[in-house]
Structures are given as structure tokens and as C-alpha cells.
């Protein structure tokens, strides 16, 4: 309990410092990590709630699905993408638009039976139907391969460019691809059968995240300030 409380105050500290930076800077970048934060936190909040009421809700269990199982990393990576080719990333976005609207239309209708969690606040796509085309467990697979497929490289490629002319930078963005490979392996290992593990995960992939967006912005302020 003491892990998901750490983990909803880190998501949601994040993203409103994300959001500040939108609101200084509006860019696509900017946007788009705005939104996968904002998923994020409201994905860990409804896991959250989930446990203290001792169970999930059908509207608080869609929540989850479609902002964390679905769409946890598929926003920050097409955000990472923008970073370094903002067309490739608006033609992706947009490519992928009918695929947000079948996704989000799955979640909201298919049907649920909670009778299949192990427990009554797991945080499983189990009470969904077994993966098929008309099951959302299936479309959670291609959103967060991509997400974490752009996220990680960027990060690995940025930590790359810049670990000698801009060391700060490049550890924030080095703890950006621990966090990622973090909540990946977290959710990994989610999608198998194994749960438990997912508050330690999520506390400390969103602490990685945090501190690494905090290095990386305090970068480009020192980088300025040489300037």
C-alpha cells in the first residue's frame, strides 16, 4: 500500500511538471508526454483505489486497462519519437488513430468477469476475454511493444549523443531507459501470470522516470546558462 501511494504521488508530481513544461513550451513532444504521463498516473491512481476498496469496479478496471495495460508507454514513445523526427511522429500518430478509437471502443464494451482474477483487485487483463481481434488483451501486445520499442531506443541514443558534451543529460536520459526497461519488464511479467510485483515496479520505474526528467531538464537550463 505504502509502494502504490508512493507511486500515484511520483505519476502525478511527474506529470504535472511535464504539464508545467507544456504550458511554458507548447511543442508536440511536450504534448504527447503530457498525455502518456497523465494516462500513467490516472492508471496507477485507479490500481490504487482498486486495492483500497478491495476490489475493482467495472468502470475503474477499464480505466486501468485502457491508460496502463493498454496505453502506459504508447504515448511517451511516440512523445520520444517527436523528440527527434516530429513528422515521423505526427505520421505515426496519425496512422494509428483508428487503432486508439477499435482499442478504447474494446475496452469500453467488451465484458468482463472479475471471477477469473486471482484477486478481486489484481491488476490482470484476465477479466477480459482470452487475446483475439474482437478481445482488447490483444491489442495491448502491438501499443506496448511500440511504446517501449521508441522509448527505449531514443533514450538509448540520446544517452549516446550526449554523455560527453552534456554528461547531466545523458544520465537523465540513461534513467529514462532504466525506468522504461523497468515498468516494461514489470508489465512483462505481468502479462505472464505473475503478479505481485507490480507496486515495486511501478514505484520504482516512476522514481527512475522522475529523476531523469529532472536531470534532463536541469541540462538544458546548465547548457543554457554556458551558453
Known sequence: MVLGLLATALSWALFALTFGRF???????NALYSLGLFFFALAVSAELLARLQG?????????????????????????????????????????????????LYLVASA???????????????AAFPPPSLTSPRLWTIPFNLLGTALMAGVALYTTLLFRRQNPLRARGTALILLATLVLASTSALNRFG??????VGRALGVGLL??????????????????
Request: hydrophobic share 50%; net charge positive.
Open 23 to 29: 504550458r511554458r513550451r507548447p511543442s508536440l513532444p
Open 55 to 103: 476490489g475493482w469496479s467495472p468502470f475503474l478496471y477499464r480505466l486501468w486497462y485502457l491508460t496502463g495495460a493498454m496505453h502506459g508507454v504508447t504515448f511517451l514513445g511516440l512523445g520520444s519519437l517527436a523528440l527527434l523526427k516530429p513528422r515521423a511522429a505526427r505520421g505515426l500518430l496519425l496512422a494509428l488513430s483508428p487503432l486508439f478509437l477499435w482499442g
Open 111 to 125: 465484458p468482463l468477469d472479475f471471477a477469473r482474477l486471482p484477486e478481486p483487485y489484481a491488476p490482470l487483463g
Open 194 to 199: 505473475v503478479a505481485g510485483l507490480e507496486e
Open 210 to 227: 522522475y529523476l531523469g526528467v529532472a536531470f534532463a531538464d536541469r541540462s538544458v537550463a546548465y547548457a543554457g546558462g554556458r551558453a
